[in-house]
Each structure stands twice: as structure tokens, then as C-alpha cells.
């Protein structure tokens, strides 16, 4: 399984920005999948994640009311739509698959993708 983000960059507080992405290498429809992010000196922190048919969906905290995830499973896609950005969403965020992804052990990740947000 392959998993490559697109859709990082650098925007002001306040801003949005939507990450995507794209899985190959397997039924993409039968994993459930997550967004992950890592900012400097902390520890990886699962963001969101949602099951295989988009029932279940589970935000942390802090981005609730702000992140939607949501996936496209004709597209073997998988988004993360991010709005009202504040500097403490600033990260690298990675996508992850199957496994015990709500738990933070999912099998797959992909290579992060690198969100900065201005203060």
C-alpha cells in the first residue's frame, strides 16, 4: 500500500487549506483511515479519522468544529479539510491506513506533508 498527501503549504491564521490522499496497492475501500500530525518537540497525535463507509468519523479536540475528513472510496481518496487555521495546527501531517488507526497503530503511513500557519 502507498499512501501520498498533497495539499500542505504555508497560510495565515484564519486561512484553509484541504489535504489530500491518494492510496494504491489495495482495496483502499476496506481500510479505515486517519490524519495524523507531528509538530516540533511533540509526540504524533492522531486528528481524525474515519471508518471504511464514512459512518464513523472521531476528531480530537482541538479541531473539532474546524476539520472535516472525509473520503472517496471511487478515488481511493481520502481529505482532510481544514478551516479557521490557528499557528498551533502547525505540523506535518501524515495520512494513515488500516490497521488499528483510531488507536495509533495503523499498518500504513505516508511520507507527511508539511502545514505552517502564521500567527
Known amino acids: 500500500v502507498q499512501l501520498v498527501e498533497s495539499g500542505g503549504g504555508f497560510v495565515q491564521a484564519g486561512g484553509s487549506l484541504r489535504l489530500s490522499c491518494a492510496a494504491s496497492?489495495?482495496?483502499?475501500?476496506?481500510?479505515?483511515m486517519g490524519w495524523f500530525r507531528q509538530a516540533p518537540g511533540k509526540e504524533r497525535e492522531v486528528v481524525a479519522y474515519?471508518?471504511?463507509?464514512?459512518?464513523?468519523?472521531y476528531y480530537v479536540d482541538s479541531v473539532k468544529g474546524r476539520f472535516t475528513i472525509s473520503r472517496d472510496n471511487d478515488k481511493n481518496t481520502v481529505y482532510l479539510q481544514m478551516n479557521s487555521l490557528k499557528s498551533e495546527d502547525t505540523a506535518v501531517y501524515y495520512c494513515?491506513?488500516?490497521?488499528?488507526?483510531?488507536?495509533?497503530?495503523?499498518?500504513?503511513w505516508g511520507q507527511g506533508t508539511q502545514v505552517t500557519v502564521s500567527s
Open positions: 494513515a491506513a488500516g490497521g488499528a488507526v483510531g488507536n495509533g497503530n495503523p499498518d500504513y
Open positions: 474515519i471508518s471504511r463507509g464514512a459512518i464513523r468519523k
Open positions: 496497492g489495495r482495496i483502499f475501500s476496506l481500510e479505515a
